[in-house]
């Protein structure tokens, strides 16, 4: 079955835009689905194509050869939307992956390295609550402020 859009050309550097943030995000995780990335991947090639046909189409999308496939334009992204989407969101999952890490070395501590390693994730998670909620708290109020690393006299 054929669907047909009809989207005016800002309706559509928007989808290209969205399509983009999204592929970008998705990259991450492609591995775990390959062939629903592909699909993805072709659908955002075709709609990023499409978009650089637009008047200043060419300033906002690239066609990179080597990997065969279209792409914001970097400039672009650093003064756009999509790029503040995606500063964004690096900046939380920066956050989350230290919060994490950091409650579970708090585990480790308390419970040692091969009883962690035995746990699975459910039950890390659990364990960990507590001490993310108060890192959460600590990083929001403070960021890195207050973190004090101890590197080892050899490896200054």
């Known amino acids: 079955m054929n669907i047909s859009l ?12 969205m399509v983009w943030v999204a592929m970008v995000v998705a990259e991450e995780a492609g591995e775990q689905s390959p062939l629903l990335f592909r699909q993805w991947k072709k659908l955002s090639d075709s709609i990023l194509k499409s978009a650089q046909q637009l008047p200043d189409g060419d300033q906002h999308v690239n066609y990179i050869p080597e990997e065969r496939s279209f792409s914001l334009a970097e400039d672009y992204v650093n003064t756009s939307f ?5 500063n964004e969101y690096r900046d939380s999952l920066f956050w989350e992956e230290l919060v994490t890490r950091m409650a579970d070395m708090l585990i480790v501590r308390n ?7 035995r746990m699975n994730e459910d039950e890390r998670r659990a364990m960990t ?6 890192l959460w708290q600590e990083c929001t109020q403070h ?3 207050r973190f004090k690393f101890i590197l080892p006299p050899n490896e200054i």
């Open 6 to 17: 009809k989207l005016t050309g800002e309706e559509l550097a928007l989808l290209a835009d």
């Open 129 to 134: 609550a507590s001490y993310e909620k108060q």
């Open 111 to 117: 419970v040692g390295m091969e009883q962690f390693e």
């Open 82 to 86: 999509p790029g503040d989407i995606l």
């Open 143 to 145: 960021g890195l402020e």
